[in-house]
Nanobody, 121 residues
């Protein structure tokens, strides 16, 4: 059974930082796309940062490039999203995802349960 369990969300003031974690279990393919998506109230879910485990390619949304960093700890089966210089527009539910093509969720894949990030001005 594939499981993605996120943690690390919370409330922070603008300019602050948070690090999200996603522990992946039960998925044993050699190469796949893994990353973070987010959904703000009244908006569609959007890709934030993803990478391909096979070749290490990374992709970032324009709105977060230079502020967010996606990283993976293979030994812990964990993917992280380091978020710096947060702005109120980053407020959303953040989801970990297996199954993507660049910043788009594939038709087949898995979602975590989400972790809330709230940035106040």
């Amino acid at each position: 059974q594939v499981r993605l369990v996120e943690s690390g969300g919370g409330s922070v003031q603008a300019g602050g930082s948070l690090r999200l974690s996603c522990v992946v279990s039960g998925y044993n393919y050699n190469s796949y796309c893994l990353g973070w998506f987010r959904q703000a109230p009244g908006r569609e879910r959007e890709g934030v940062a993803t990478f391909v485990t096979g070749d290490g390619s990374t992709y970032y949304a324009d709105s977060v490039r230079g502020r967010f960093t996606i990283a993976r700890d293979n030994g812990k089966n964990t993917v992280y999203l380091q978020m710096n210089r947060l702005v109120p527009e980053d407020t959303a539910m953040y989801y970990c995802r297996i199954g993507c093509a660049k910043l788009t969720a594939s038709a087949f894949g898995y979602w975590g349960q989400g972790t809330q990030v709230t940035v106040s001005s």
